[in-house]
């Protein structure tokens, strides 16, 4: 079975902004600066990011070594309805 294949896409400015202030407050520490980058909004003190699908749905991420795994799905989800590969791996690094 093919899998299909993640592309990066520059997402908009004012959604990715949004998405950094709505998190901000549930961050341990919230004075050092998230990222935004693509499709991501990244908290590298955490590292943790979250990842604006082509679905319009949001992903996190955690960092596992060299890698980024997918830590959960949003509520009501299932991986079997999601067009994203769930693991983001095969040495990219994001």
Not at 50 to 60: F, S, V
């Amino acid at each position: 079975m093919r899998r299909p294949e993640i592309h990066l896409y520059p997402d908009d400015p004012e959604v990715l902004q949004q998405a950094a202030a709505a998190i901000n407050p549930l961050r341990l520490d919230s004075a050092a600066p998230v990222t935004t980058a693509d499709n991501r909004v990244k908290d590298p003190t955490a590292d943790i990011e979250i990842r604006h699908g082509h679905d319009g749905w949001w992903y996190p991420f955690a960092a596992t070594g060299h890698d980024w795994q997918l830590i959960a799905l949003p509520a009501g989800r299932q991986p079997s309805c999601s067009p994203l590969v769930l693991v983001y791996g095969s040495g990219s690094s994001a």
